[in-house]
Nanobody
Framework: QVQLVESGGGLVQPGGSLRLSCAAS????????MSWYRQAPGAEREFVAR?????AYADSVKGRFTISRDNAKNTVYLQMNRLKPEDTAVYYC????????????WGQGTEVTVSS
């Protein structure tokens, strides 16, 4: 059974930092591209960052967020620095098989609120 469990969300002041984690199980982690998406209230879900062997970022987070993965721990991370109020959203972990894009899984999300 595939599971993606996010953690690390919370309330942080503007300019602060958070690190999100996504623990994966039920599939061969190293064969999957791992991504973070987010959905703000009233908005559509949007791409944040992806890691396979290379990393990709949305322009809005480039230079502030860093995605990383530990294949030994089946975990992907999102280090978020210099947070802004517009980063407030529910953050979702996504796993998509590199060779079969129909194998696509989502976590339940973790909420991040950036406010003073």
């Amino acid at each position: 059974q595939v599971q993606l469990v996010e953690s690390g969300g919370g309330l942080v002041q503007p300019g602060g930092s958070l690190r999100l984690s996504c623990a994966a199980s039920g599939f061969t982690f190293s064969n999957y591209a791992m991504s973070w998406y987010r959905q703000a209230p009233g908005a559509e879900r949007e791409f944040v960052a992806r890691i396979i062997s290379v990393r990709a970022y949305a322009d809005s987070v480039k230079g502030r967020f860093t995605i990383s993965r530990d294949n030994a721990k089946n975990t992907v991370y999102l280090q978020m620095n210099r947070l802004k109020p517009e980063d407030t959203a529910v953050y979702y972990c996504n796993a998509r098989a590199i060779l079969d894009r129909t194998r696509d899984y989502w976590g339940q999300g973790t909420e991040v609120t950036v406010s003073s």
